[in-house]
């Protein structure tokens, strides 16, 4: 299979061939190892090469659903047994992973064909994709720019061509703000609904869920019911849907009531693209029959910002001191921004870490009544074109003041000082809208409606009451049909012509 050829098909319709015997998937893999390495240079994508054990598991893939299809596996909790899982961090890159996490059991049994490893920000902590270690990932509509984080490296990837599909996961809108960015589509699911385990069974209360970065709503569709199910160590297990997910794609979506907001829940500036994104998603939703109207729930952003944040900056710190206590690494092998999350986290108190996830409720109650009056709400994914690269790194007193406080230990003056809003605060107002989604634990996803005068894609945000992944893909499938975008090819890398063939 040429690579011109190769680019052409969805992992849906790989698959096809593939069963059908025009292809076989050796030499599926190979035309997906060229693209690859003809990408990487540009877009630094991938962090750690799979190719031997990928071309053992092509010579004879399992029989599924996605047979043969080649995949990648984003660099964080997506263990495949014998290759480390760095999560971007030194300390991580060269210890091997003892088993396969589960979802990655999952795509195998489908028949997916693991060939590499994805570049995240340290642990994921971030909406750009550009760690100390391995260096930036670069968008692939524009290199200047991000493909957005933490699943950075599997959306660059997939947008580029490397392969139909990759694994992501989201604690923040870590699939939604790359899809956004890359011109993808990124459904990630409800609390629950895919696994997380053996080594963890539900991160951060629940708040990050595994799932996949797609061109087509066909794909992620089969892919969530690939994914789907409770394992045997889930904490609870959660209702099955109704019918298949590859069966919504196509079915009748209905009327539905959408509210939309393009106000920032932090009170921030939003870019005019991204308000203009939005207000033109609610045109083309009532063309098509939906009733829609501004509308958004009674949610005091910045107190759910804060509340999650409780829960993130203790999740650092515990992460920083296990794995500091697993390998014996000290604060040279950390990025100084994750040891300043780190820091915070050790400032607070277990109380504060309690009342802060009781606080939750509260924001969950609010999100059930908006979505009591209204199917889904719309938004802005993310608050802007995508960044430029380095956009949010800290200017260089910023950086000194931080590590001093980190060095001298003085986690409690931390909390009082303004660096926690200037820090924190400075990424999350390129990315205020996701957060809602992960902290309630309903379902969300970011559909490519949008691309900037420049060019550059920007995505809107769909989000949908508990166990509404259903709903979200029906939607999905209709808007695909009625602004197509698969076919849309970025322009920051070279694209083969079949003609030189």
């Known amino acids: 299979m040429r690579v011109d050829e190769y680019l052409h098909h969805d992992a849906v319709g790989l698959a096809a061939l593939i069963d059908k015997g025009e292809v076989n998937a050796l030499e599926v893999l190979e035309a997906a190892i060229t693209r690859a390495e003809q990408v990487q240079p540009r877009l630094n994508a991938l962090v750690l090469t799979m190719y031997d054990e990928a071309r053992r598991i092509a010579a004879d893939p399992p029989k599924g659903p996605l047979s043969g299809v080649p995949f990648l596996l984003k660099d964080l909790f997506q263990d495949y047994a014998g290759f480390p899982t760095s999560a971007g961090n030194r300390a991580l890159r060269h210890i091997p992973a003892p088993h396969h996490a589960e979802i990655v059991r999952r795509w195998l049994d489908a028949g997916l064909v693991p060939f590499a490893k994805t570049n995240v920000p340290e642990f994921g902590a971030k909406g750009i994709t550009e760690p100390r270690e391995f260096g930036p990932t670069r968008n692939p509509w524009n290199t200047a720019h991000t493909p957005g984080g933490s699943s950075g490296g599997s959306a660059a990837a997939v947008a580029a061509g490397v392969v139909p599909a990759a694994g992501g996961n989201d604690g923040g809108g870590s699939i939604r703000i790359p899809a956004a960015c890359c011109g993808l589509f990124g459904l990630k699911p409800g609390r629950g609904r895919v696994p997380f385990g053996p080594?963890?069974?539900?991160?951060?209360?629940?708040?990050?869920?595994?799932?996949?970065?797609?061109?087509?709503?066909?794909?992620?569709?089969?892919?969530?019911?690939?994914?789907?199910?409770?394992?045997?160590?889930?904490?609870?297990?959660?209702?099955?849907?109704?019918?298949?997910?590859?069966?919504?794609?196509?079915?009748?979506?209905?009327?539905?009531?959408?509210?939309?907001?393009?106000?920032?829940?932090?009170?921030?500036?939003?870019?005019?693209?991204?308000?203009?994104?939005?207000?033109?998603?609610?045109?083309?939703?009532?063309?098509?029959?939906?009733?829609?109207?501004?509308?958004?729930?009674?949610?005091?952003?910045?107190?759910?910002?804060?509340?999650?944040?409780?829960?993130?900056?203790?999740?650092?710190?515990?992460?920083?001191?296990?794995?500091?206590?697993?390998?014996?690494?000290?604060?040279?092998?950390?990025?100084?921004?994750?040891?300043?999350?780190?820091?915070?986290?050790?400032?607070?108190?277990?109380?504060?870490?309690?009342?802060?996830?009781?606080?939750?409720?509260?924001?969950?109650?609010?999100?059930?009544?908006?979505?009591?009056?209204?199917?889904?709400?719309?938004?802005?994914?993310?608050?802007?074109?995508?960044?430029?690269?380095?956009?949010?790194?800290?200017?260089?007193?910023?950086?000194?003041?931080?590590?001093?406080?980190?060095?001298?230990?003085?986690?409690?003056?931390?909390?009082?000082?303004?660096?926690?809003?200037?820090?924190?605060?400075?990424?999350?107002?390129?990315?205020?809208?996701?957060?809602?989604?992960?902290?309630?634990?309903?379902?969300?996803?970011?559909?490519?409606?949008?691309?900037?005068?420049?060019?550059?894609?920007?995505?809107?945000?769909?989000?949908?009451?508990?166990?509404?992944?259903?709903?979200?893909?029906?939607?999905?499938?209709?808007?695909?049909?009625?602004r197509p975008w698969a076919h849309h090819r970025p322009t920051g890398v070279p694209f083969p012509d079949p003609a030189d063939a």
């Open 199 to 482: 080594s963890w069974g539900e991160p951060m209360h629940g708040a990050s869920v595994n799932g996949v970065l797609t061109r087509t709503v066909r794909d992620s569709a089969l892919l969530l019911d690939v994914m789907a199910g409770p394992e045997a160590t889930s904490p609870y297990p959660i209702a099955p849907p109704e019918r298949p997910y590859t069966r919504e794609v196509g079915h009748d979506v209905g009327r539905l009531r959408i509210g939309f907001t393009d106000r920032s829940p932090l009170g921030t500036r939003v870019h005019p693209e991204a308000v203009r994104a939005v207000r033109d998603a609610a045109a083309l939703l009532e063309s098509l029959g939906h009733d829609v109207e501004e509308a958004e729930p009674a949610i005091d952003g910045r107190a759910l910002t804060e509340d999650f944040l409780n829960l993130w900056y203790g999740s650092m710190a515990a992460l920083v001191d296990g794995i500091k206590a697993d390998t014996g690494c000290s604060d040279d092998d950390f990025e100084t921004d994750t040891l300043f999350l780190a820091a915070m986290g050790r400032a607070r108190t277990a109380s504060d870490y309690v009342r802060g996830h009781d606080r939750w409720n509260a924001h969950v109650l609010a999100l059930a009544d908006f979505h009591s009056r209204h199917d889904l709400l719309l938004t802005p994914t993310i608050a802007g074109p995508p960044l430029t690269i380095g956009r949010l790194d800290p200017p260089t007193w910023l950086r000194s003041a931080e590590r001093l406080l980190v060095r001298t230990r003085t986690e409690r003056l931390v909390t009082r000082t303004d660096l926690v809003t200037t820090e924190v605060m400075n990424n999350l107002t390129a990315t205020p809208f996701t957060l809602v989604a992960n902290l309630t634990g309903t379902p969300a996803m970011s559909v490519p409606l949008h691309r900037t005068p420049a060019g550059l894609p920007l995505g809107v945000q769909f989000i949908a009451p508990a166990a509404g992944e259903g709903l979200l893909l029906r939607l999905a499938a209709q808007l695909e049909q009625a």
